[in-house]
């Protein structure tokens, strides 16, 4: 998928199967749709930032309009954890996914209910799913799911689709490897931080970490992405709790990000740093920027329903 040569771009932030809004969006930045698809006059692009599928009502209509996008050339879509764990279970366990028991059941229950009488639909999206990257990056902005490290990406930059990436799991574990897994993880899921337990708490405590603030001094709740209360110890935030972070400097080219569900009105963190998930399948908003090729952003090209 080759990206337009004016750097007139759209980045979306996380769909989750809501079709409703999706349409709402894309008509509000312009995209018209011909009957046989969307585009747009100008002929901008939009960039999807992963999670386009799952916890809404209507990720099969999602997944018609995106998939014929692509295929017009009028969208990039890039992975999100959603639709990586879908293809890795389909990727070993095939239709059963779609029985009572099948691992995804509870997870996927809505979008698997949808596809239930039309599984040769779902596998066509399936293997188009499986063509999709986990990343992009060109000379002027970077796109990820939810984390960006630069050695993680090169780790994942060796394979160059989700089937090359399934395929090795099994040669790496006989190596007992875990880079590539790792790897994959943090850029989908995010930076963790670990508390190992005590003698009083014997369960790991994770916390998803805003990487990008300058976390080292500050307290760890004012640290963290929570949607709900949880207890959290008020430590101090140390290098040693965070091996291997970096923080995103302010010198770097622009981000485009989703996945952390902020629950604001959609906002800047900076202006290199541009997060798009504001809780669209959940009562938020769908956000959008519209980019037209600046290495500053500016709230005002923010736009979402």
Request: hydrophobic letters at 40%; a positive charge.
């Amino acid at each position: 998928m080759v990206l337009n040569s004016h750097d007139k771009l759209d980045f979306i932030g996380d769909v989750h199967g809501n079709a409703q809004k999706l349409v709402k969006l894309i008509d509000h930045l312009g995209y018209r749709n011909s009957g046989t698809g969307w585009s747009h006059p100008e002929g901008r692009q939009i960039v999807v930032l992963g999670d386009f599928i799952n916890v809404g009502n209507d990720s099969k209509l999602v997944l018609q309009i995106l998939f014929n996008m692509w295929c017009d050339k009028t969208a990039h879509i890039i992975i999100g954890n959603h639709e990586y764990y879908l293809a890795l279970n389909f990727y070993h366990n095939g239709k059963t996914i779609f029985e009572e028991d099948g691992p995804l059941i509870n997870d996927y229950k809505k979008l698997l209910t949808e596809f239930k009488n039309d599984s040769s639909l779902f596998e066509k999206y399936m293997e188009w799913i499986y063509k999709l990257p986990l990343y992009v990056e060109t000379d002027k902005f970077r796109a990820v799911h939810a984390y960006w490290l630069n050695e993680n990406l090169k780790t994942i930059a060796g394979y160059n689709n989700l089937l090359e990436i399934f395929a090795s799991f099994e040669t790496l574990k006989k190596k007992k490897s875990n880079d590539l897994k790792n790897a994959i993880n943090e850029t989908l899921t995010g930076k963790e931080i670990l508390l190992y337990p005590s003698c009083k708490n014997k369960n790991t405590l994770k916390f998803r970490i805003k990487w990008w603030i300058n976390m080292y001094g500050k307290l760890l709740p004012e640290c963290i992405v929570i949607h709900k209360p949880v207890q959290c110890p008020g430590i101090i935030i140390t290098p040693s709790l965070l091996p291997g972070f970096k923080l995103y400097d302010s010198s770097e080219k622009p981000i485009f990000f989703g996945h952390y569900w902020l629950q604001q009105i959609p906002y800047l963190i900076r202006k290199n740093i541009c997060c798009l998930d504001f809780g669209a399948a959940k009562g938020g908003y769908l956000a959008a920027y519209r980019w037209d090729g600046e290495k500053v952003l500016a709230d005002n090209k923010l736009v979402y329903v």
